[in-house]
């Protein structure tokens, strides 16, 4: 059974940092391309970045370029997204998510063009709020 479990979520001010976590098992994480999303009430999910099975891609949505940054650790299946100068409109859900397909190296294109990655595997996210 897959699981994928997020948390570093919380309340920060503007212009604080947070890092998100999110833990992977039930799955062979190392073969699979990762993205981070988030969903803000009212609004459609969006792709927010995404890393290459490798680790060698990552594309971020033009809103957090410079800001975020997403890594992985295949050797502890973890996904991480490092969020830096964060602004009230990145208040969100965010949640963590993997490829179903193993080893796809276009899992990523276009996600800097607003593409929403189609990925299947969903964790159940966690609450990320910026104060102003």
């Known amino acids: 059974q897959v699981q994928m479990v997020e948390s570093g979520g919380g309340l920060v001010q503007a212009g604080g940092s947070l890092t998100l976590s999110c833990s992977a098992s039930?799955?062979?994480?190392?073969?699979?391309?990762m993205g981070w999303f988030r969903q803000a009430p009212g609004k459609e999910r969006e792709g927010v970045a995404c890393?290459?099975?490798?680790?060698?891609?990552?594309a971020y949505i033009d809103s957090v370029k410079g800001r975020f940054t997403i890594s992985r650790d295949n050797t502890n299946n973890t996904l991480y997204l490092r969020m830096n100068s964060l602004k009230p409109d990145d208040t969100a859900m965010y949640y963590c998510?993997?490829?179903?397909?193993?080893?796809?190296?276009?899992?990523?294109?276009?996600?800097?063009?607003?593409?929403?990655?189609?990925?299947?595997?969903w964790g159940q996210g966690t609450q990320v709020t910026v104060s102003s």
């Open positions: 998510a993997a490829d179903p397909r193993m080893k796809n190296p276009n899992a990523c294109l276009g996600v800097s063009a607003g593409r929403k990655p189609d990925f299947t595997y």
């Open positions: 890393i290459s099975w490798s680790g060698s891609f990552t």
């Open positions: 039930g799955l062979v994480f190392v073969n699979r391309a």
